[in-house]
């Protein structure tokens, strides 16, 4: 067979990236095409229409602490991992994963490139372990970041729908686990306050749940927002969609069925929390675009001095 047959072949690891976006591209469409097909574009509509601007700023305000949160714990991780970060960049790294995270499907390409960034903002003593570190240090917070989610779906669920409840409480332990490969180096004090900046993290995201809940739907009563938001919530953190999207709206609408509430109720708060996720990230885009054009610019320079040359 001749090399030019054999460079043509497309390589596999390519082709499953493809074809994983793709499925979950589809699964995304699919699961919104059940929404437009029950409800019409009517959640939609509504959901945009009832978010007044204050709202917004709120939302922004509420993603914005949960980006900063994250990106504390993502030092404390990586810290301990030989990884040493400051504040300004890290935070920067959070928000542009969280915009990559919000439009990307699967949810965890932004942190994937927020691992692998080579930028010379991070330093580690050691060069030729320093990516393997990056990606455990990512891979840890964002594991712990799921498990206080997944528990508190099950503390939300097990009386109401027990056999749920104990599912995420399963999903929970197996992401503990994961993620202790990677943590047991860290000191108890460390470990705790990984602990608490993921819960004000989560608490965060929920808060932005219960302020959609509130503009979208103000006849839901107060006190079933945080359930309600807290299995909604918990929906996103499977990576099989775009941006949770799909997932999501099909947990609300569940969720708020479970409460004796309309469903199609639950999926219109579900979109008006959706607007409020991805225009909390959009200041992630900006930053995206300040440290990649440079990039593209110098990468387009060096190709024209290869040709002059």
Do not use: K
């Not at 793709?22 to 995304?28: A, M, S």
């Not at 399963?170 to 460390?190: E, I, K, M, S, Y």
């Not at 509430?261 to 979109?271: A, P």
Request: proline residues 5%.
């Amino acid at each position: 067979m001749s090399d030019t047959l054999v460079a043509s072949r497309p390589r596999p690891r390519r082709v499953r990236l493809v074809v994983g976006a793709t499925l979950q591209v589809g699964l995304t469409l699919g699961l919104l095409g059940l929404v437009v097909t029950q409800w019409g574009l009517s959640p939609f509509t509504s959901a945009a229409r009832a978010l007044p601007w204050w709202a917004v700023v709120a939302g922004l305000g509420l993603g914005a602490a949960g980006v900063v949160l994250q990106a504390l714990r993502w030092r404390l991780v990586a810290r301990h991992l030989q990884i040493s970060l400051p504040v300004g960049p890290a935070v920067a790294r959070c928000w542009q994963a969280a915009f990559l995270n919000s439009v990307l499907p699967g949810g965890v390409a932004g942190d994937a490139l927020r691992a692998a960034d080579d930028s010379s903002d991070a330093e580690a003593p050691d060069a030729r372990r320093a990516l393997a570190s990056g990606f455990a240090a990512v891979a840890a917070e964002r594991l712990v970041g799921t498990t206080v989610v997944l528990v508190a779906a099950a503390v939300a669920l097990l009386g109401p729908v027990p056999l749920v409840g104990v599912a995420c409480l399963a999903g929970g332990v197996v992401t503990a686990a994961v993620a202790w490969r990677w943590l047991r180096v860290l000191p108890l004090r460390d470990l705790a306050l990984v602990l608490l900046l993921s819960v004000a993290g989560w608490a965060a995201f929920v808060g932005m749940f219960v302020l959609a809940v509130v503009v979208v739907a103000p006849d839901v009563e107060v006190s079933l927002a945080p359930g309600l938001a807290t299995v909604s919530v918990a929906a996103m953190s499977v990576p099989v969609t775009v941006g949770g999207w799909g997932t999501r709206e099909a947990a609300a609408g569940w969720i708020f069925m479970v409460r004796g509430l309309d469903m199609g109720t639950g999926v219109t708060v579900s979109i008006g929390y959706g607007i409020l996720a991805l225009l909390s990230t959009l200041p992630g885009a900006a930053i995206l675009a300040v440290r990649v054009v440079p990039r593209w610019r110098e990468a387009g320079r060096a190709r024209h001095r290869r040709r002059e040359g």
